[in-house]
């Protein structure tokens, strides 16, 4: 019976530590599953750093869609009305750590972005835990739709 407990524990934390690894890589590495991480941290994350221009309540910026005089897009509502949940986890990660230019410049793209990036300012699990919190708050369409786009992101790079 011991034995059993021992591989259960050896198993147990294996995985954590696994976890733990993945956590400290770069966004493609992991997810952010809201059930897994601090909401509540990400919630007072996100009211401290993001909802100045993102809104308190995830509404976003007026007319978003469009330019505004300096030629940048205004932020973005991060609740189910704006474009956030059509994005991988590894995106969104990206986009926060780095800033939107530069994580698009990772992709090729030039693009000028208003979006600050946050790397120097969080750690990678409050990134995470911001990221959950506002997928927290989509309905259930919204979470299994950006779910699967980050499932298939990590299935095509290998993770």
Not at 42 to 64: I, K, T, V
């Amino acid at each position: 019976m011991m034995r059993k407990y021992l591989i259960l524990t050896v198993i147990l934390v294996s995985g954590a530590a696994a976890r733990a690894w993945l956590m400290t890589q770069a966004g493609t590495q992991t997810s952010a599953a809201p059930e897994d991480f601090d909401l509540a941290q990400g919630e007072d994350l996100y009211q401290g750093y993001c909802a100045s221009c993102h809104g308190a309540n995830l509404e976003g910026q007026p007319d978003w869609h469009s330019p505004g005089p300096a030629g940048v897009l205004p932020a973005p509502p991060h609740d189910e009305t704006g474009h956030t949940w059509h994005h991988s986890d590894s995106v969104l990660f990206d986009y926060t750590k780095l800033g939107g230019k530069a994580a698009l410049a990772a992709q090729g793209v030039d693009f000028e972005s208003g979006m600050p990036g946050f790397g120097d300012q969080l750690t990678d699990d409050q990134i995470w835990n911001i990221l959950a919190y506002i997928k927290s708050t989509w309905p259930d369409r919204q979470r299994q739709i950006q779910a699967e786009r980050s499932a298939a992101e990590a299935q095509r790079e290998g993770n």
